[in-house]
Structures are given as structure tokens and as C-alpha cells.
């Protein structure tokens, strides 16, 4: 199973990304898609998590401004980030677990790609 993120970048306050995440390797069925990201001296942390079937959670410092989506056909998982803080300034792994029901229990991550929002 490969995973594979894209679409980091520089962005001012109050700017917009996109992140993409590729998988191979692996069908997205009973299965958890997630975005995690982790800031210089800190704990990583959850981000956001949508499922196979389509229901989404997300941390309470990204709600009402990240929306994650999946494709499960194309194996795609996506971030549109609005309205960016700098506080926001972190790498951004996808990951993709065993979803309730799945008799696997497995967790994939991909490589991180670097998010930095300036004020």
C-alpha cells in the first residue's frame, strides 16, 4: 500500500489549499481516510477523517473551514483548507485505516507534505 500526498505550500493568512492524497495499493472499503499533521515540537494530530461510506469528523481548530472528501473510485482523498491561520503552519500526513466492520486491522501513512501559512 502506497500513499501519496501533494499540494502543500506557502500561503498568506486567510488563503486557500488544496492537499491531495493518492493511494495504491489498497480499496477503499470499510476503510477510514484521514488527514493528520503535526507542527515543529508538537504531538501529531487528527485533522479530519471521512470514511468509505461518506461520514466525515474533524477536529474542533478546522471545522467550518477544512473539507475532506474522498473519491473512493480514483482512490483519492482530498483537503480543501479555507480561510488558513498560521497556526495551521505544520506537515500534513494522509492516513488510511480499518473502518468499523473490517475483519483487517491495518494503518497506512503516507509522506507528509508541508503546509505554511504566514501572517
Known amino acids: 500500500v502506497q500513499l501519496q500526498a501533494s499540494g502543500g505550500g506557502l500561503v498568506q493568512a486567510g488563503g486557500s489549499l488544496r492537499l491531495s492524497c493518492s493511494a495504491s495499493g489498497i480499496i477503499f472499503s470499510l476503510t477510514v481516510m484521514g488527514w493528520y499533521r503535526q507542527a515543529p515540537g508538537k504531538q501529531r494530530e487528527l485533522v479530519a477523517t471521512?470514511?468509505?461510506?461518506?461520514?466525515?469528523d474533524y477536529a474542533d481548530s478546522v471545522e467550518n473551514r477544512f473539507t475532506i472528501s474522498a473519491d473512493n473510485r480514483r482512490k483519492m482523498v482530498y483537503l480543501e483548507m479555507e480561510n488558513l491561520k498560521p497556526e495551521d503552519t505544520a506537515t500534513y500526513y494522509c492516513?488510511?485505516?480499518?473502518?468499523?466492520?473490517?475483519?483487517?486491522?491495518?494503518?497506512?501513512w503516507g509522506q507528509g507534505t508541508q503546509v505554511t501559512v504566514s501572517s
Open positions: 492516513n488510511i485505516k480499518n473502518g468499523r466492520g473490517s475483519v483487517q486491522r491495518f494503518s497506512y
Open positions: 471521512v470514511t468509505s461510506g461518506g461520514t466525515t
